[in-house]
């Protein structure tokens, strides 16, 4: 089965410090999108990709977060000076995109991240 | 703007029929997801409406109304495997991100 994966799965920074989480989308899939969910809440949209443009960056993004799409396959997000504030599990989706997008986004595992 | 309601939590017995109920009200519409989620799991992917009426799979029914922003989830013949939270999303129109509501958490007492 070649879902979406995710690494890590799980994350223990200390405030302050740089963090960065893969997301491999199923393979050629050309949509995907990065959420953040906090305990007790649905999944937050923060950016998405078609291919390796990024096309969409939500106002959840502040500039410490960033995130790339190199190649169009794999994705990054990379989080700066961490704070407290961003221990959340952080999910990656794709679609094919073939259908403007009109299509199930299939979730990965998720990273979780605790910031102490 | 954009507003999803949920209830938080829902309780029901197993071997039972649960209705799960969504309210929307958004500036785009694109159809409407429903996802499962077990705890510290990522969302799997239940059903999907995009026009009005039922969609059945297997134990899971959705149901959509576009005129009232309202849809529900059906579970029939409940199991315990069915306790997990579910989530209800309405895909934006110009990006096809998910808006989701926060939840519903189902606990099914034997």
């Known amino acids: 089965d070649t879902g979406v994966s995710q690494d890590p799965r799980h994350k223990i920074t200390k405030r302050g410090q740089n963090v960065t989480f893969r997301c491999d989308p199923i393979?050629?899939?050309?949509?995907l999108y990065w959420y953040r969910q906090t305990l007790g809440q649905g999944p937050e949209f923060l950016t998405y990709?078609?291919?390796?443009?990024?096309?969409?960056k939500s106002r959840l993004l502040s500039d410490r977060f960033s995130a790339e799409r190199p190649k169009g396959s794999f994705s990054t997000l990379e989080i700066q000076r961490t704070e407290q504030g961003d221990s959340a599990m952080y999910l990656c989706?794709?679609?094919?995109?073939?259908?403007?997008?009109?299509?199930?986004?299939?979730f990965g595992p998720g990273t979780r991240l605790l910031v102490l | 703007g954009q507003n999803i309601d949920q209830p938080t939590e829902m309780t029901a017995t197993e071997g039972a029929i649960v209705q799960i109920n969504c309210t929307y009200q958004?500036?785009?519409?694109?159809?409407l997801f429903w996802y499962q989620q077990h705890a510290g799991e990522a969302p799997t992917f239940l059903s999907y409406n995009v026009l009005d009426g039922l969609e059945e799979k297997g134990r899971f029914s959705s149901f959509l109304s576009r005129s009232k922003g309202y849809s529900y989830l059906l579970l029939k013949e409940l199991q315990m495997k069915d306790s997990a939270s579910y989530l209800c999303a309405v895909r934006d129109v110009a990006t096809n991100k998910l808006i989701f509501g926060t939840g519903t958490l189902l606990a099914v007492q034997p």
């Open positions: 958004t500036s785009g519409f694109n159809g």
């Open positions: 989706a794709s679609t094919h995109g073939r259908n403007r997008g009109l299509e199930t986004q299939y």
């Open positions: 393979s050629e899939h050309n949509r």
């Open positions: 990709f078609q291919n390796e443009a990024q096309l969409e």
